[in-house]
């Protein structure tokens, strides 16, 4: 598939490397299924918990998911179908999304330069601070800002597989000049994992705003759509750093242009009045990892 993302001269080479990785992960076949049955209006909820139940695992991981306190309900649900029922088809989307790139990304490899248990802390940590914020603000983008979080960081995946040696060059820089992981990417190797990964959830066929905040999620305020949604992940990818939430590659905190804050309707000195909110979805996360990982 023909990447859409803008990749220039200069990085030609690694562009060329990534189309000819034949063995990019995939998604897991229920994904494109469930998602093209809630394309159909004419599906019904028991069509559509039909074909989710076609893959156990994804099944089983919804239904812990569902149970956990992420959705706070208080019965216990053991369907599909009824989980369904009581979340809606949207929620179901993004939760069928969620348990795929655990499926296809997932695994806790302890590796010394890339430690996948906190880049997961991280992603999670960002997913649960951009749904907290998104429903403070009132803005109606929790659902899709916690999805967004969860992926947004997902080309360092990519990296960490196919293209070790430049992470491990990466991590050093990071280390010697004391630059963000990001800048470093830059400098070693001219294209950042934001890249990577927009061309990763473009081959996934992923939801074009997703495949834009991953795109853009390093320099928010890019003109095109979906610049509120990037701005809410920027935000959150920020304070999930901020608050200590496993690693984002590098220790920096960025910096929140006002224009950002703005586009996300968060004024920053709100943040500190949410303090103990944000601490608790993030401990709320922690449980939620460890449903998608295991
Ligand atoms: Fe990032
Ligand atoms: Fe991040």
Known sequence: MESQIHITAEHDQIRRELKEIRDLPTLPAVFVRVI???????????????????????TMKILRLINSSFYGISRSVDSVHQAIVLLGANTLKNVVISASVFKALGGSGKDRIFNREAFWQHSIGCGMIARYLGNRTGHGREEEGFIAGIIHDIGKVVLDQYFH????????????????????EREVIGISHAEIGAFLAETWSLPEKLVDVIAHHHHPGTPGQNGAL??????????????????????????????????????????DA????????IEKGKELLEVLTS
């Open 36 to 58: 093209k049955a809630l394309r159909n209006p004419n599906t019904s909820v028991k069509d559509i918990a039909a074909v989710v139940e076609t893959d156990q695992a994804i």
């Open 165 to 184: 040696d430049k992470l491990a060059l990466v991590a050093e820089q990071v280390k010697t000049k004391n630059i963000s992981f990001y800048q470093a």
């Open 274 to 281: 949410w303090d103990e909110g944000l601490k608790a979805e």
């Open 230 to 271: 990037t701005a809410l992940v920027a935000v959150s990818d920020m304070l999930a750093r901020r608050y200590g939430v496993g690693s984002g590659g590098d220790d920096l905190i960025p910096q929140i242009e006002a224009a950002t804050w703005t586009q996300v309707g968060v004024n920053p000195g709100q943040i």
